[in-house]
């Protein structure tokens, strides 16, 4: 059929084509999304897991004062070296877990919860989302193998430093007679490092001397962060 030329059945087929094209890219499109979410669905799955997995291990360690310390402990990716640091808004708080640790959030695979410090904790690694997140004055996870890491470093040194030293010293109290109730409960820096104060001058079976040697093996000057005089003597 033709009007004024034109072949309507071409023209209402043509039509009928296009609507049918968007109809597909429509479902591709809605397919990706669905895809995507279900991976992200997956992966945080499989964190979820491996979490539960690290509290599993971590209630079957030794209690009391035992040092009998299973032979693999260690290699257990919690007690691994630090991946990423978590900074806060605030200079005089400290999360005193790392990022594995976290509560995950099934909604956003890189934002988890500290449930001890009622805070949430954003994983960036690029600057973009470092400078979106920054307005909003929330904690930080930062992986240490990421360029956005080598330039926020120097503003965030003090904090950055003494989270290395919370987690290293975390790690150090399994060697030394630890209990699962000694694990650091506070959000506050000077109670973190009291307690890790209280906690060194406990293992009286080791000396000062030993303790500055074992945390320079992690790159680390104890002195820095607690007097010898405060360990001796109150």
Partial sequence: MYRDGIDINNEVRDEVFGE????LVQEKE??????????A??????????????????????????????KDFFEHPLYHDLKEVIVTPQ?????????????????????RYSGLCDMSVYR??????????LDKKIALAIPMQ???????????????????FVQVSR????????????DLQSCMVFEVLEDIRIFIKGRTW?????????????????????????????
């Fill in 91 to 111: 200079k005089e708080v400290i999360i005193p877990r790392r990022w594995e640790e976290l509560q995950i959030d099934f909604s956003d695979k890189n934002r």
């Fill in 20 to 23: 049918y094209v968007d109809e």
């Fill in 146 to 164: 990421t360029v956005l890491f080598q330039e926020i470093q120097k503003e965030y040194e003090k904090q950055i430093e003494t989270y290395r």
């Fill in 206 to 234: 080791v000396s000062w001397r030993e303790w500055i040697e074992t945390y320079k093996k992690f790159g680390i000057t104890l002195e820095i962060f607690i007097m010898e005089k405060s360990v001796k003597k109150d």
């Fill in 41 to 70: 669905f997956l992966e945080a799955l499989e964190q979820k897991e491996k979490t539960k997995e690290q509290q599993r291990h971590k209630n079957n360690q030794p209690r009391a004062y035992s040092t009998k310390v299973p």
């Fill in 30 to 39: 809605a397919l990706a999304l669905f895809k995507g979410k279900i991976e």
């Fill in 124 to 133: 960036v690694t690029n600057r973009y989302n470092y400078r979106k997140l």
């Fill in 171 to 182: 790690r150090l109290m399994q060697e030394v007679g630890y209990r699962e109730k000694e």
